[in-house]
T-cell receptor, first 111, second 111 residues
Framework: DAEITQSPRHKITETGRQVTLACHQT?????MFWYRQDLGHGLRLIHY???????NKGEVSDGYSVSRSNTEDLPLTLESAASSQTSVYFC??????????FGDGTRLSIL | GESVGLHLPTLSVQEGDNSIINCAYS??????FIWYKQESGKGPQFIID?????DKRQGQRVTVLLNKTVKHLSLQIAATQPGDSAVYFC??????????FGKGTSLLVTP
């Protein structure tokens, strides 16, 4: 069965470090998305991609970057981790005009 | 920017009763709406969707109603079961790409 997987599921790191969260989907979807989820804010869009070599900024993109070198993967990088980036991160993928499929998230703690 | 909101942050219902979760949206141009269910420690799971050319859509035990006049969306769950306890999110999108999520309603089903 097709799926979307995120790794790691949990990570603890220190402020100032670079962190990369992985997202891999086997749906063959062109569209991929990264969200963060915080209490009181719901899910907020960080970055998204509509295909290979395409990336776009979302609502809360400062301090984050993504790259799309193939259809299956959209890694999310925190260039210099800050405590305000402690959150749960979700990756999703979809075909255009279809529901997004979500991974089970990465819980990131920045100390 | 425009945002999706929810009328109630928590909803408690008895097992077997019907549940209604409401959502207000403010972007009149949105043309696709999705309801997601999120259980603890997991990613959002698709429940049902509706496009702006419809006002009602039914699934298994769930019905989504769309009122474009007042920009209101609701999710009805029939014969609510303990397994329905979760956080429910509505999401809106224009042309089926990046989603704008509401903050969520927590549904608690009591025996």
């Amino acid at each position: 069965d097709a799926e979307i997987t995120q790794s790691p599921r949990h990570k603890i790191t220190e402020t100032g470090r670079q962190v990369t969260l992985a997202c891999h989907q086997t749906w063959n979807h062109n569209n991929m998305f990264w969200y963060r989820q915080d209490l009181g804010h719901g899910l907020r869009l960080i970055h998204y991609s509509y295909g290979v070599q395409d990336t776009n900024k979302g609502e809360v993109s400062d301090g984050y970057s993504v790259s799309r070198s193939n259809t299956e993967d959209l890694p999310l990088t925190l260039e210099s981790a800050a405590s305000s980036q402690t959150s749960v991160y979700f990756c999703a993928s979809s075909d255009p005009n279809q529901p997004q499929h979500f991974g089970d998230g990465t819980r990131l703690s920045i100390l | 920017g425009e945002s999706v909101g929810l009328h109630l942050p928590t909803l408690s219902v008895q097992e077997g009763d019907n549940s209604i979760i409401n959502c207000a949206y403010s972007n009149s141009a949105s043309d696709y709406f999705i309801w997601y269910k999120q259980e603890s420690g997991k990613g959002p799971q698709f429940i049902i969707d509706i496009r702006s050319n419809m006002d009602k859509r039914q699934g298994q035990r769930v019905t989504v109603l769309l009122n474009k006049t007042v920009k209101h969306l609701s999710l009805q769950i029939a014969a609510t079961q303990p397994g329905d306890s979760a956080v429910y999110f509505c999401a809106e999108t224009l042309s089926g790409y990046a989603l704008n999520f509401g903050k969520g309603t927590s549904l608690l089903v009591t025996p």
